[in-house]
């Protein structure tokens, strides 16, 4: 794998629409390509830094060198890694403002410096302290950055170590419990549906087939939810919502209304209002954030 930095200039005044539109163009292709990495805007110029496969690098810089919103592209570094840096991001992104690095030492002078022209070791060093600043501080932003491998005491390293185990542990039970409820819904369908003549079914029955089908759905979105935490080292809140919003569905689905009180019916509407409340202010902050 290989990391690219690289510094270019505006052709002309980058409105937010326009950050928008590359970023949601950078973000999607970057995915699929395995990029990661950071842009950073400081008002007259972009900073950015690629890292991936190097084929991938190397073809998506030669796109990104003739895009018309920018111009003296210089590329500052290429360099052989091992690990990203920017794993977590597709592309993060940051608008470097004055009062961002006013107290930040080595930085505080940044937009002082004058980056056009040939690169420099002193250019270099800068570029480096800039990036290295935004990363540490997403980093620090995200919460959920937990279990981390890169903790400096070697038994709370350990401990984290061990509790990743336990949730790959995990993972493997849930993909064994999928394929148990996938064949519950087998024998559910044998049992409600195909043994008996058709005349004789009735909602009850139907409704059992719904709800052992949903009970895959809810699994497999657990399983996400696992594998989630394993590749990421988030817990992905908002899948958890999800999650508990479809298991509530699946309870609404197989309502028997002659069954179920009318307080049980509005403590479910309760709920299900609680959670997608919930889901939609996490989507919003999800937006603010990625903007
Ligand atoms: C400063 C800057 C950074 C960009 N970064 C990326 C990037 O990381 N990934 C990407 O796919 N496109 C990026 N783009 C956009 C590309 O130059 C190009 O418009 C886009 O990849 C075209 O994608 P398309 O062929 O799918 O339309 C960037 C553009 C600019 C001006």
Same mark, same amino acid.
């Given at each position: 794998m290989i990391q690219l930095t690289y510094l270019s200039t505006p052709t002309r005044p980058i409105s937010n629409d326009d950050l928008m539109?590359?970023?949601?163009?950078?973000?999607?292709?970057?995915?699929?390509?395995?990029?990661? #990495?950071?842009?950073?805007?400081?008002? &007259?110029?972009?900073?950015?830094?690629?890292?991936? &496969? &190097?084929?991938?690098?190397?073809?998506?810089?030669k796109l990104i060198k003739n895009d018309p919103r920018h111009k003296d592209f210089r590329i500052i570094e290429r360099k052989k890694i091992d690990t990203r840096d920017y794993a977590e991001w597709t592309m993060g992104f940051k608008r470097v403002e004055k009062d961002d690095l006013r107290n930040v030492p080595g930085l505080n002078k940044f937009f002082e410096t004058d980056l056009a022209?040939?690169?420099?070791?002193?250019?270099?060093?800068?570029?480096?302290?800039?990036?290295?600043?935004?990363?540490k501080e997403a980093k620090k932003k995200n919460v959920h950055d937990e279990l981390s491998l890169e903790e400096d005491d070697a038994f709370i390293r350990f401990l984290h170590t061990g509790i990743r185990l336990g949730v790959k542990v995990l993972a493997l039970l849930m993909m064994l419990t999928v394929l148990w409820?996938? #064949?519950?819904?087998?024998?559910?369908?044998?049992? &409600?549906?195909?043994?008996?003549?058709?005349?004789?079914?009735?909602?009850?029955?139907?409704?059992?087939?719904? #709800?052992?089908?949903?009970?895959?759905?809810?699994?497999?979105?657990?399983?996400?939810?696992?594998?989630?935490?394993?590749?990421?080292?988030?817990?992905?809140?908002?899948?958890?919502?999800?999650?508990?919003?479809?298991a509530v569905a699946r309870k609404i689905i197989v309502f028997d209304f002659h069954d179920v009180s009318a307080m049980h019916v509005i403590g479910t509407a309760l709920l299900v209002m609680g959670l997608g409340g919930c889901y939609w202010l996490l989507e919003r902050e999800f937006k603010v954030h990625s903007d």
């Open positions: 539109n590359i970023l949601e163009k950078a973000r999607l292709n970057n995915a699929s390509l395995g990029i990661s #990495g950071m842009l950073l805007y400081t008002g &007259e110029g972009f900073v950015q830094i690629l890292e991936g &496969e &190097e084929n991938a690098v190397d073809n998506l810089v022209g040939s690169v420099s070791e002193d250019k270099l060093d800068l570029i480096n302290k800039l990036t290295n600043h935004f990363r409820c996938v #064949g519950d819904v087998v024998v559910v369908i044998y049992h &409600e549906l195909l043994i008996q003549p058709i005349e004789t079914l009735d909602k009850s029955e139907i409704l059992h087939v719904f #709800g052992s089908f949903m009970i895959v759905l809810i699994a497999v979105e657990i399983f996400i939810n696992i594998t989630l935490y394993i590749r990421n080292d988030v817990i992905p809140v908002k899948m958890v919502v999800a999650t508990a919003l479809m």
